[in-house]
């Protein structure tokens, strides 16, 4: 199993973007959190930064909707270049349409789950998925506590995963850090978002790959 780790720009330096982005250069992806202070309470940026962004960086860009109506939106974020969109499947009125559409412009398609939003019900939508991410905070703002009662939650989805087979990634986000991400891994995830622990570092890169490497250890020792 692949482990990748995708740095969230949110705890970077807004001022100097290009160049905390250069820092992250040996990341699997940057995570772009976007955010329209109505589905969370929080305003982050939007189409034109993200456009910026994945001009100035090899790195894929891993968009993170949490803004409502994604149906709307998210495909152009897709175009603006991002090669993962995720939409929050509570603000998503057709999300198997959404997915499909993603696919459809060459971008994975991946939903996120708030910490109260079960996985079981969205089963049957596996198969339109390239990735789901389950928020280990709740939504809205960097730098907060890992939930460890998500755990059981990030277990669930990695059994419902492996039942029905195929390679869709399963993303956690939020108060990732070398302390929590062995647990995370443990319980299944092989994507893992990680903001301020990487950009609070005072080496980044050096950070990213602390991460992966333990992560792939505590993979290793759970198979
Ligand atoms: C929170 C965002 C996260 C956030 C993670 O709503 O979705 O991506 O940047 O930040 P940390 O790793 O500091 O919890
Ligand atoms: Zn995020």
């Known amino acids: 199993m692949g482990i990748r780790i995708s740095p ?36 982050t940026l939007g189409l034109p930064v993200l456009e910026a962004i994945s001009r ?3 790195v894929p860009v ?8 994604p149906d709307r939106w998210a495909p152009a974020y897709a175009e603006a270049g991002a090669q ?4 929050h499947v509570e603000a998503a009125a057709a999300p198997v349409r959404l997915a499909r559409e993603l696919r459809a412009q060459d971008a994975r398609a991946s939903m996120a789950l ?3 939003t079960p ?16 928020m280990t905070v709740e939504p809205g703002f960097g730098g907060q506590a890992f939930l460890d009662i998500m755990l059981p939650k990030i277990r ?25 991400i062995e647990r995370c891994a443990e319980a299944g995830a092989d994507t893992f978002v990680a903001g301020s622990a990487v950009f609070g570092a005072d080496d980044p890169g050096a950070m990213v790959d602390q991460l992966r490497d333990r992560a792939a250890e505590a993979t290793h020792r759970h198979a």
Do not use: C
């Open 114 to 116: 708030k910490p109260a």
């Open 84 to 87: 993962s969109v995720t939409f």
């Open 119 to 134: 996985i079981e019900p969205y089963e049957d939508l596996l198969p339109e998925l390239d990735m789901v991410l389950l």
């Open 8 to 43: 969230s720009i949110l705890s970077a330096d807004f001022a100097n973007l290009e160049r905390d982005v250069t820092r992250i250069a040996g990341a699997d992806w940057v995570h772009v959190d976007v955010m329209d202070n109505h589905f969370v309470p929080n305003l």
């Open 56 to 58: 100035v960086t090899d």
């Open 62 to 69: 891993d968009a993170h909707l949490m803004i409502e109506d």
């Open 156 to 180: 669930r989805t990695r059994a419902l995963l492996d039942k029905h087979g195929g390679d869709i990634w399963l993303q956690v986000d939020g108060g990732v850090s070398a302390d929590t």
